[in-house]
């Protein structure tokens, strides 16, 4: 037999590419050094566009979703980013102020925090991952509770809310949907303690990083796979409202801004009462200093990166508080 080797090794290199195209490369594990002094994770990359690839593409296959890439690249085309510009990839984070305890899910922010059960004698691992959360009128409820129930190819029995909501639209809903490509809960659903809530896959993908659903949580069917995989019942779930989050590393106090919602926008607009309150909260007494204006105007303008406001005054001259200067490390 008479291979054409020419033939063959185009049809591998078109495999390989397809599968880099196709393959989320995006590191989602981390591990956390010291809780209590470094709650910084990651840091932020750049690469640059093909001009074959949508922002959401690139989100998708870095592990991001619609509104992380959106706020880290404010002027880059949606749809069609100039070919080899440059692409802000958002993967730094400030870990939510709250138990690190399995998932701590952040709404404003649209990601989700998954900590195993630490294992004696080995860092706390922490895995994250992009959402999409419920639109106003059917918002994603702030909640402490636990997965009872995980179901693979579920069927999806739509609420009569939502049924109602279809019927007067003109597209009415089966009682009943089967699995498959029309089945919104995609191919993993893992139920909450509050029943009518679901953290499970979709079969719309561009829709991660939106306010987009009846208030459930969404992933990307990749990373629902994988979370999936690691979850056991019982696993405490803690959905929380931070838009502003506060974290330290090596002793310097950062702040990474989310849009509020909509609904919460006499709480937050242009107010550092919340991060102050979460610098109190985590200082445990320390002393330190913070450069309000900084903070105020990431507040004013957020960008989802974390950015230096302040430091603990035990690494300084005390005698020169009042010349300090933050810069980002």
């Given at each position: 037999m008479i291979f054409d080797m020419?033939?063959?090794?185009?049809?591998?290199?078109i495999i390989f590419l397809h599968f880099l195209s196709t393959t989320n490369t995006y590191a989602s594990r981390y591990?956390?050094?010291?809780?209590?002094?470094?709650?910084?994770i990651g840091s932020t990359k750049i690469i640059y566009a093909d001009e074959r690839d949508t922002l959401?593409?690139?989100?998708?296959?870095?592990?991001?979703?619609?509104?992380?890439?959106?706020?880290?690249n404010i002027d880059v085309d949606t749809w069609l980013?100039?070919?080899?510009?440059?692409i802000v990839l958002p993967s730094q984070f400030i870990l939510p102020v709250a138990s690190m305890d399995g998932i701590v899910l952040n709404v404003p922010e649209m990601r989700l925090y998954?900590?195993?059960?630490?294992?004696?004698?080995?860092?706390?691992?922490?895995?994250?991952?992009?959402?999409g959360v419920g639109r106003a009128g059917w918002n994603t409820p702030y909640i402490k509770t636990i997965i009872?129930?995980?179901?693979?190819?579920?069927n999806w029995y739509p609420p009569k809310s939502i049924l109602k909501e279809h019927e007067e639209a003109g597209d009415p809903l089966p009682k009943i949907v089967k699995p498959g490509p029309e089945n919104p809960l995609g191919n993993y659903a893992m139920r909450l303690g509050k029943r009518d809530y679901l953290i499970h896959g979709t079969n719309k993908p561009n829709g991660i990083g939106?306010?987009?659903?009846?208030?459930c949580i969404r992933l990307y069917p990749e990373d629902i796979k994988e979370l999936f995989s690691k979850i056991s019942l019982k696993t405490p779930v803690n959905i929380i409202n931070q838009p502003y989050k506060i974290g330290v590393k090596n002793d310097v106090i950062y702040l990474e801004a989310h849009p509020f919602l909509d609904e919460d926008k006499e709480e937050y607009e242009n107010n550092l009462t919340s991060v102050i309150a979460l610098i109190i909260k985590i200082s445990n007494n320390r002393k330190y200093q913070i450069d309000m204006r900084t903070a105020y105007e990431a507040i004013k303008n957020p960008t989802g990166l974390p950015i230096a406001v302040g430091i603990y005054l035990n690494r300084?001259?005390?005698g020169n508080e009042e010349n300090l200067v933050y810069k980002a490390k």
């Open positions: 020419k033939k063959i090794f185009l049809t591998i290199c591990f956390i050094e010291d809780s209590n002094r470094n709650t910084v959401l593409d690139i989100a998708r296959n870095h592990g991001f979703g619609y509104q992380d890439m959106k706020l880290a980013p100039d070919d080899g510009e440059k998954y900590y195993p059960p630490k294992e004696k004698g080995k860092l706390q691992e922490v895995f994250t991952y992009p959402l009872v129930e995980k179901k693979v190819n579920p939106m306010r987009i659903s009846h208030g300084l001259d005390m």
